[in-house]
């Protein structure tokens, strides 16, 4: 079967550094992404690695290892706006299949 | 122009009314996506269209309909919802996986609610 499991719940401080996990059970896949979901909006592409590894793009990092069966998110700097679900998605043959989300909620 | 419209925002609906769910985007994608999304959960695919042509069905019930008329167009026509079916219905583009594009851009949703 095809699984993504994710923290349901995170909570950070302003300012600070948070790493948000997924691990998944499939193999075969082109790449894992991560996307951001505000409250009442749509999801957003955050970043995607095809390889393992560190992919920066500004305040987000993502890592991948597939021999891990693992990935993550690592936002910096963290800012209230930040708060809102954050989903990995493993893309496969012609979709994308979505992890079960993960609530990060800022504290000032 | 990067943005994927959806109407309407917000859709009231008894379970025996027709009404259809619309999405357009003018990026050039070739794929195009419905997805069905319930609260506090992550968005469920429903249909991929490629070139226009449904490629993939997630054994989504008969009584919802999809239909790309054009390559800027898709569509979702409901028929005979239940209640269960009230959800955030995300439409999404994306160009082909041959150009090694693997990004989805979605629109802002349509709220159903079947009463």
């Known amino acids: 079967g095809q699984s993504l499991e994710q923290p349901s719940e995170v909570t950070a401080v302003e300012g600070a550094i948070v790493q948000i996990n997924c691990t998944y059970q499939t193999s075969g896949f082109y790449g894992l992404s991560w996307y951001q979901q505000h409250d009442g909006g749509a999801p957003t592409f955050l970043s995607y690695n095809a390889l393992d590894g560190l992919e920066e793009t500004g305040r987000f990092s993502s890592f991948l290892s597939r021999s891990d069966s693992y990935g993550y998110l690592l936002l910096q700097e963290l800012q209230m706006k930040d708060s809102a679900s954050y989903f990995c998605a493993l893309e496969r043959a012609s979709k994308i299949i979505f992890g079960s989300g993960t609530r990060l909620s800022i504290r000032p | 122009d990067t943005e994927v419209t959806q109407t309407p925002k917000h859709l009231v609906m008894g379970m025996t009314n027709k009404k259809s769910l619309k999405c357009e985007q003018h990026?050039?994608?070739?794929?195009m996506y419905w997805y069905k999304q319930k609260a506090k959960k992550p968005p469920e695919l429903m249909f991929v269209?490629?070139?226009?042509?449904?490629?993939i069905n997630e054994s989504v019930p008969s009584r919802f309909s999809p239909e790309c008329p054009n390559s800027s167009l898709l569509n979702l026509h409901l028929h005979a919802l239940q209640p269960e079916d009230s959800a955030l219905y995300l439409c999404?583009?994306?160009?082909?996986?041959?150009?090694?594009?693997?990004?989805?851009?979605f629109g802002p949703g349509t709220r159903l609610t079947v009463t």
């Open positions: 999404a583009s994306s160009q082909d996986r041959a150009s090694g594009s693997y990004e989805q851009y």
């Open positions: 990026m050039g994608h070739r794929a």
């Open positions: 269209y490629s070139y226009e042509k449904l490629s």
